[in-house]
């Protein structure tokens, strides 16, 4: 395993973590045992990183990590879950980080993980109803109350980041970030406010926080096994994406056709060239990569046996130009 280091975490980092959205049922996605399964031999593999979520799977995600973490393995990890997005009976989400919210979800999402600390707490999304002093003043509170260690960010401008950063220690940002969706400005349809690879790089290296890229294979569209057919079932979230259908598929569609061509040249999967891409980024602490099989783990953990030569990477960068606003 590689692991990578940042002046504002104690812990090294695994180079790869996994993302245990799909766990929770709202994707095509595999049952408890076998997510389960795939946790342990994510641990026995050297990954210490472990990125859910309350509203993955409206908490089941949560609940099977921390069916997981039993009998001991909480302590080989690094848990990092999120606050501020709250649902409904009919699974309709709202940004809520006002502070009464927050020490009520800090308890549950503590509950379901079935442990009394989390590691990286991380903000979901925004919430501009609610004044920043108000969520600081809910996190410095959790913070030493012992419930977390670290604090994060996720999908915050840097002019709200660099707010935060004034009131207290901000440890890690995470955002959308992949081959094909560098600097976009929005995800599943929702409007982004920064650039990631403009923006957020920059800053996170500039003040030593750890960086997790989230849908780093675009939602399975790197892995190189989409077509222009049904690629997920009905009831599968990623229907919800308006990048995977239309014409704004067909654009990325049409770049993986010929990432595929290199990934033909050089012998090795596209799942592991765009983790790749990734790792190679020196600002990139651990790739949220998600697994659905212990095959798709192995072909994610293989993805750190080899480095991208340099010519093939001029190549990649030749055929991502033009997604570099996207």
Request: charged content about 25%; proline content about 5%; hydrophobic content about 35%.
């Amino acid at each position: 395993m590689i692991y990578k280091k940042v002046a504002k975490i104690q812990e090294e980092i695994s180079a790869i973590g996994i993302g245990c959205w799909n766990f929770g049922g709202d994707w095509d996605h595999p049952d408890e045992q076998t997510s389960i399964q795939i946790i342990h031999a994510a641990i026995d593999a050297g990954i210490n990183l472990f990125d859910v979520a309350p509203v993955y799977g409206w908490g089941r995600s949560e609940t099977i990590l921390g069916k997981a973490l039993k009998d001991g393995q909480r302590q080989k990890v690094l848990i990092a879950s999120k606050c501020g997005l709250l649902w409904n009976d009919r699974h309709e989400t709202a940004n809520n980080l006002t502070k009464a919210s927050l020490l009520q979800e800090i308890d549950r999402s503590l509950s379901r993980l079935q442990t009394d600390y989390i590691d990286i707490y991380q903000l979901h999304w925004p919430d501009h109803a609610t004044p920043i002093e108000e969520t600081v003043e809910a996190l410095e509170t959790i913070k030493k109350a012992g419930k977390i260690r670290y604090i994060g960010l996720s999908n915050f401008s840097p002019r709200d980041t660099e707010i935060f950063m004034s009131m207290t220690e901000i440890h890690c940002q995470q955002s959308l970030y992949n081959m094909l969706e560098r600097n976009t400005d929005s995800y599943h349809g929702i409007p982004l406010e920064y650039q990631t690879e403009k923006e957020i790089l920059p800053m996170v290296k500039k003040y030593g926080q750890a960086f997790l890229p989230y849908s780093p294979l675009f939602q399975g569209l790197l892995t190189g096994r989409f077509t222009h057919g049904r690629n997920f079932s009905e009831k599968d979230i990623r229907n919800e994406n308006p990048k995977l259908s239309g014409l704004a598929f067909d654009t990325y569609y049409g770049a993986t056709l010929r990432l595929s061509d290199i990934c033909k040249e050089i012998d090795r999967p596209m799942s592991e060239l765009a983790l790749n891409w990734l790792r190679q980024k020196p600002e990139v602490t651990s790739i949220i990569g998600g697994a659905s099989s212990l095959s798709q783990l192995e072909k994610n953990l293989h993805s750190l046996s080899w480095d991208i030569p340099v010519p093939v990477m001029a190549e990649i960068d030749d055929i991502l130009k033009p997604f570099e606003n996207l």
